[in-house]
């Protein structure tokens, strides 16, 4: 797939035009690298959130073996708070190694992530890669921590000084052991997370593929060791599977295994799943989530204190005192068997993904351009968000014929009452009834229903109670009778 700046500007402008995406603070000038969703984006993101939540944890049965895993598990959720205790990040790694290389420019004042230099567009005219004008003085790359800083209480110093999370996933391992004793969970389990992180991210880009606050919706699975290389093969999979079942086309995804030199300090192995995205250059791909295999690198630090690399073995990193650089909680974080009576440190499987890149994915994935034929004969242009129905914001749409005869609309407002409980109803009564199935086309409502004449029974019609269902997606048109209709929709959107 060839990079599609086009594509991409008329998705932008939709997301706008139709409220699914604005700039933070726009009427300020906006600000960079942070976005607000409307009325049909949050519905959107809600409903992307709830089908991940909904798979991993409500619709999850622990008596029941999941087609292609190891054996049976539990699942679990937490909600951890964004601003945790300092010592977390230190002995995670966070504090010390979370950082981009990045470039200033002294003549033009502009910043750049070492590594998107060739990538990026320097400010001045006419438009070349930062280095490329001879007026350009790059500096060296220097180091960037990505946290952003804050401050707990009222004294801004050292001592007071806090992160905002750039992970959900540390939530999850501080809290290991207050849900094994609380909740009686027992190896293989996962918790799994949904919530903001925080990166002050150099050069954030591409709508809202790399922004500076964004949600993440993560999962760390807890096992033995020597399982962790099938349940590893098993969460790659299964989460590739989850975004091609609601409908992202599989030739634009891959599952792209790591090199060994790409892997995180504490990975054993780590595969993304990536979409082909129309700002992506041929044959390029955009993350949307990674599947690692940490080992037992994030309970061991929590319990001991900053790991790092020693050959093969991950070893305690030693101060100038030669006591631990960041110590751990000192906490018990192991696992005791029942069964085999064997104590050992869980090994972890994490699906991380990113919720904001899905809702773009899904949005990049839905938008489709159509020439189509009209009531009249003509051609005419029609834009179709093809969501798949569990996704998409609205369910149905819901339109009285004529909005000056008082019948239709009462029966049509009766529609709506009937389907509301369930799923979320767009009423539109405003306009020619074209106008609204276009208008709801672009919201990417899968089903409209019409409330008619025939409806009513006028003239004795024999489709007294029947309402005219329209496909979003075919555009075609059929008879339904209204005490059919809420079972059909509820099939469709499950
Ligand atoms: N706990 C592991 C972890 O956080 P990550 O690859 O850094 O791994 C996971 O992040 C996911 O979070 C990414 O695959 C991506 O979808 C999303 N993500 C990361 N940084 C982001 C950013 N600046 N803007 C939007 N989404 C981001």
Same mark, same amino acid.
């Given at each position: 797939?060839a ?11 939709l ?28 519905e959107?993101k809600?409903?992307?959130?709830? +089908? ?10 622990e008596?029941?073996?999941p ?7 539990q ?63 790059l ?15 009222a ?10 999370r ?14 094994v004793?609380?909740n009686?969970?027992?190896?293989p389990?996962?918790i ?43 969460w ?6 989850w975004?091609?079942?609601l ?23 780590? +595969? ?15 993350e ?5 295999h940490?080992?037992? *690198? ?11 690399r ?7 990193e ?9 110590p ?14 064997e ?6 499987i994490e ?6 890149r ?5 949005i ?23 969501f ?20 239709l ?5 009766e529609v709506?009452?009937?389907l ?32 008619? *004449? ?15 269902l ?10 339904m009778a209204i005490?059919?209709l809420?079972? *059909?929709?509820?099939?469709?959107i499950?």
């Amino acid at each position: 797939m060839a990079k599609d700046s086009t594509l991409m500007d008329a998705i932008v402008s939709l997301c706008k035009r139709r409220g699914f995406v604005f700039q933070s603070s726009e009427i300020y000038g906006g600000l960079n690298g942070l976005w607000d969703y409307g009325p049909l984006g949050v519905e959107l993101k809600r409903n992307i959130k709830d +089908a991940w939540w909904r798979d991993m944890i409500t619709t999850h049965d622990e008596l029941d073996q999941p087609e292609g895993s190891p054996r049976k598990f539990q699942m679990v959720g937490i909600e951890s708070s964004i601003i945790m205790h300092p010592r977390v990040w230190k002995t995670s790694g966070h504090y010390d190694l979370f950082h981009d290389q990045m470039v200033d420019c002294r003549t033009c004042k502009a910043r750049f992530r070492a590594d998107h230099v060739a990538s990026s567009e320097c400010p001045q005219k006419p438009s070349k890669c930062p280095g490329e004008h001879e007026t350009c003085e790059l500096t060296e790359p220097r180091e960037f921590n990505l946290m952003f800083e804050t401050y707990i209480g009222a004294m801004r110093d050292e001592d007071n000084k806090a992160f905002l999370r750039p992970e959900t996933a540390q939530g999850m391992f501080v809290n290991f052991k207050n849900v094994v004793d609380s909740n009686r969970v027992k190896l293989p389990f996962g918790i799994a997370q949904q919530g903001k992180s925080c990166r002050n991210e150099i050069t954030p880009r591409n709508f809202t593929f790399r922004t500076r606050e964004f949600e993440q919706m993560e999962m760390e699975f807890f096992c033995h060791p020597e399982e962790s290389p099938k349940w590893y093969a098993y969460w790659r999979d299964r989460r590739f599977k989850w975004y091609t079942d609601l409908g992202i086309d599989p030739e634009k995804l891959i599952l792209r295994d790591h090199e060994q030199d790409e892997l995180s300090h504490y990975s054993v192995g780590t +595969a993304d799943v990536e979409y082909a995205f129309p700002f992506c250059d041929e044959g390029e791909f955009g993350e949307l989530e990674g599947v690692a295999h940490r080992g037992d *690198f994030d309970l061991r630090s929590h319990m001991e204190g900053k790991l790092v690399r020693q050959g093969d073995e991950l070893v305690v990193e030693q101060g100038e005192d030669g006591k631990p650089k960041y110590p751990g909680s000192g906490k018990d974080l192991t696992y005791f068997d029942d069964e085999t009576k064997e104590r050992f440190v869980p090994h972890v499987i994490e699906p991380a993904a990113g919720a904001d890149r899905t809702v773009l994915a899904f949005i990049c994935n839905a938008y489709t351009e159509e020439t189509i034929t009209n009531d009249k004969g003509k051609e005419e242009a029609r834009i179709v968000m093809k969501f798949h129905p569990r996704i998409a914001p609205y369910k149905v749409g819901v339109f009285p014929l004529l909005k000056n005869k008082p019948e239709l609309v009462a029966k049509a407002r009766e529609v709506c009452n009937l389907l509301r409980p369930h799923m979320a109803v767009f009423y539109d009564e405003g306009g020619a009834i074209g106008r609204r199935y276009r208008r709801q086309d672009e919201a990417g409502t899968p089903y409209g229903v019409t409330i008619d *004449f025939e409806t009513l029974g006028e003239n004795d019609s024999a489709d007294k109670d029947t309402v005219t269902l329209r496909d979003r997606d075919t555009m075609e048109q059929t008879r339904m009778a209204i005490s059919e209709l809420l079972a *059909f929709l509820l099939e469709k959107i499950r």
